[in-house]
């Protein structure tokens, strides 16, 4: 059964530290992986997407990696700054027809002053 | 551009009413997903359009819920009968021609569904 679990569930952190998010997916076959961020009351965002060849993209102060030898992706934030409080969803894609779209259960991240 | 547009942005209706949700997708997107969100079961994908076709509607719950899409820049999800359950935040999502369920999905603001 396709899986995609993240963790941790939820993450404390003060403003200006960094942090890591991780995701361990069992979908195959594999097309790519996305990661979202949700701010409360609205939609997700697209924040990266990287496909079997690619191991890192970065998007400002977001780093994204993923290992599909593992089936691992993480989140990294640098510098983290109060509008970074959000909920981050790792979504993998498969890659046939009956292999849509599974996601993962979020990771709620609140960064404090 | 205005995004992918969502009406209405909340709903409150009574158990047994008929409930419609509209979406509007971003000009030129040829591919639209409605999802539906809980605290319980996080994000789901219900249903996913490709040049209005419904191409995969297999997280559509039960056949109280059907999504039409009669032409490029405009679908709705209906619900007849609501039930509690049925309350959740219901998003549409857009994506560019030819990328399917490939590609970056551009999400609208989402319909906040309560029934009574």
């Known amino acids: 059964k396709n899986q995609v679990e993240q963790s941790p569930q939820s993450l404390i952190i003060l403003e200006g530290k960094n942090c890591t998010l991780q995701?361990?997916?069992?979908?195959?076959?594999?097309?790519?992986l996305r990661w979202y961020k949700q701010d409360t009351g609205r939609g997700p965002v697209s924040l990266t997407i990287?496909?079997?060849?690619?191991n890192t993209k970065s998007n400002g102060r977001y780093t994204a990696t993923l290992d599909a030898d593992t089936k691992q992706s993480s989140l990294h934030i640098t510098a983290s700054q109060l509008s970074d409080s959000a909920s981050y969803i790792c979504?993998?894609?498969?890659?046939?027809?009956?292999?849509?779209?599974?996601f993962g259960g979020g990771t709620r991240l609140m960064v404090k002053p | 551009d205005a995004g992918v547009i969502q009406s209405p942005r909340h709903e409150v209706t009574e158990m047994g009413q008929e409930v419609t949700l509209r979406c509007k997708p971003i000009?030129?997107?040829?591919?639209l997903f409605w999802y539906r969100q809980t605290m319980m079961r996080g994000l789901e994908l219900l249903i996913y359009f490709n040049n209005n076709v419904p191409i995969d509607d297999s997280g559509m719950p039960e056949d109280r819920f059907s999504a039409k899409m009669p032409n490029a820049s405009f679908s709705t999800l209906k619900i007849q009968p609501s039930e509690p359950r049925d309350s959740a935040v219901y998003f549409c999502?857009?994506?560019?021609?030819?990328?399917?369920?490939?590609?970056?999905?551009?999400f609208g603001p989402g319909t906040r569904l309560l029934v009574l």
């Open positions: 979504v993998v894609t498969g890659d046939n027809a009956g292999n849509m779209l599974t």
């Open positions: 990287m496909t079997f060849s690619e």
């Open positions: 000009s030129g997107h040829n591919s």
């Open positions: 999502a857009s994506s560019p021609q030819d990328s399917g369920a490939q590609g970056t999905q551009y």
């Open positions: 995701c361990n997916y069992t979908v195959s076959p594999f097309s790519n």
